[in-house]
């Protein structure tokens, strides 16, 4: 086989801070606030999921599925939702919002939405346990009224250049949503000042908010995209799996994780999106809708007869959704997406006998800057090919031996933030083989289900239940797709999602 390519703050300053804690006090006060099959140990965990036999009626609804997702999920708009995305260029809408599940949070006077609410009890006995010190609420939910009053107080303080930097206007408030609270050490030090983001107690916070749905909006050193200055006691509930799913990807502010569509304009817009190929050779791609179905698909390319397998994933690292095909006449190929829309003609990246191999794409890596591919001839030698260029495949590593005869698919089954390899064997059994991050395996594996010998391709979905979820979507022989919900190395709920997909060859 060839590969080869073709084609620390100043006195005045604390003044201020300590005089906005005042200020704000004042308005608020009284309101409402390498492993191998051939020989793996036996499996110590088996948290099965086992596809049970599908009914003749199943409601035909598609989910969104694509590997690899960007950073370019669009923003939620609507202000009931827990992921809505609020900040200087999007106000509520209407702007007079009020969420109708106001609860008193913890006895403070101070209110929040009620799901929030709840986890922000976990994150202060989390607090608690850890020997911080503990926490306090500062401030809540307020009405737009309120936050007429309390920007209106800093214009007339600090001008209006030095207020916008500190507080929302009317309307533009994380707080009008009633998911966003303020947060200070119980002792009362440092109170809506930066020096919390030093105790010991605003340190904790800023490592473990996410694990119980929170994020510190406005972190340190991202006043240019937030507009806000640093504030560490400012938290954002965003739900478990977002704020998880921003700190597994490492983005560091809401508007970096809702980067909206930089592309918008491109065959294949989202992460979300489902390309299947039918057997005319149509590619089609179902767009993924904000109910998390699909609309009616719309027609991308022709001449897609032919393919053995064929991947969605950005390539190149460009922020454009890219095709790597694996035609059945052993030839690798890259067609490019560009921004505009369509793809460039094939780029061969691999010519020999790749028919003859069963592979998987994704982000072997993290020392590669680009998603690469990891596969097994007949022999069963699994193989590790990096792309250093973001166009060719330039050296093979080997990995593991006795994979023959498996099913491949790469996902982050422990989500941990490295890939795993999702192994089918040929009774049906799924293993997980957890990737060590560095192009290898950093255990043996473990059986996670029973009874998949009967899925004829298993996708990586990203978003099918709200921003931040995973799942995996099969497509069983006979034609349904059924989504797997995806934990930290345990199975979530299980969706009958669609039928009649027999003659598609899913995009993986």
Known sequence: MRVQDRAGTPKNARRRWAARAALLATVLAGALAAATPATAAPATTAPAASPAKLPAAVVNVLVPAAANPL?????????????????????????????????????????????????????????????????????????????????????????????DLISARPGYSEHQTGLAVDVGNSNGSCGLSTCFGNTAAGVWVAANAYKYGFIVRYPNGYTNIT????????????????????????????????AGNPTMYASITSGADLVAADAAGRLLRYPALPSGGYGVPNQIGSNWTGLKQAFVVDWDSDGVYDLLAQWSNGTLGLFKGWPGGAFSTQIVVGTGDWDAMTITVGKWSSNQGYPGVVGYFPDGGLRYYPNTSGRALTYRVDIGTGWAGMGLTMADWDADGANDIL???????????????????????????????????????????????????AQTVDGYLVDYGLGNGVWGAQRQVGKGWNGMKLFR
């Open 71 to 163: 950073p370019g999920l669009d923003p939620v708009g609507d202000p009931a939702n827990l992921s809505a995305l609020v900040n200087k260029a999007r106000p509520l809408n209407p702007i007079s919002h009020a969420p109708g599940d106001l609860v008193n949070a913890r006895g403070s006077g101070q209110y929040l939405r009620a799901e929030a609410a709840a986890w922000l009890n976990g994150l202060f006995q989390g607090a608690a346990d850890a020997g911080t010190g503990g926490l306090a609420v500062v401030s809540g939910y307020r009405s737009y009224a309120q936050q007429q009053q309390v920007y209106a107080s800093y214009v007339s303080l600090y001008g209006q250049a030095q207020a």
């Open 227 to 258: 507009g806000y200055s640093y504030e560490p006691w400012h938290l954002r509930y965003v739900g478990v799996d977002l704020a998880t799913d921003m700190k597994r990807r490492g983005f560091a502010t809401l508007e970096q994780y809702f």
């Open 423 to 473: 192994a089918t064997t040929t009774s049906g059994v799924l293993l997980s083989y957890p990737g060590n991050g560095f192009g290898g395996f950093k255990a043996l594996p473990s059986s996670i289900g029973s009874g998949w010998g009967t899925m004829k391709a298993l996708v990586p979905s990203f978003g099918l239940s709200g921003p931040g979820t995973r799942s995996i979507t």
